[in-house]
């Protein structure tokens, strides 16, 4: 992956494991470069909420509308 000076940004947060690889999927044959965070605490520790241990989609800044407009149509 290219360094630049790009923030990182959640641009959603899943519940599920399941629900969090399809939209990184989605994203990714888009050409939307993306990561998933938080899914091994989110497995183990169920209990707290998906506030606190929900499975976050990261992406550029600069591609936060497109994958919003994507994820709106998943």
């Known amino acids: 992956m290219e360094t630049d000076n790009s ?31 938080n899914e091994i605490g989110s497995q183990l520790y169920p209990m707290f909420g998906s506030s606190a241990s929900g499975i976050r989609l990261h992406v550029f800044e600069q591609d936060v509308f497109r994958a919003q407009a994507l994820l709106t149509k998943f």
Do not use: G, P, R
């Open 7 to 37: 923030k990182i940004v959640v641009v959603e947060q899943y519940s599920t494991l399941y629900e969090a690889q399809m939209a990184l999927d989605l994203l990714q044959q888009n050409e939307i470069k993306c990561f998933l965070s």
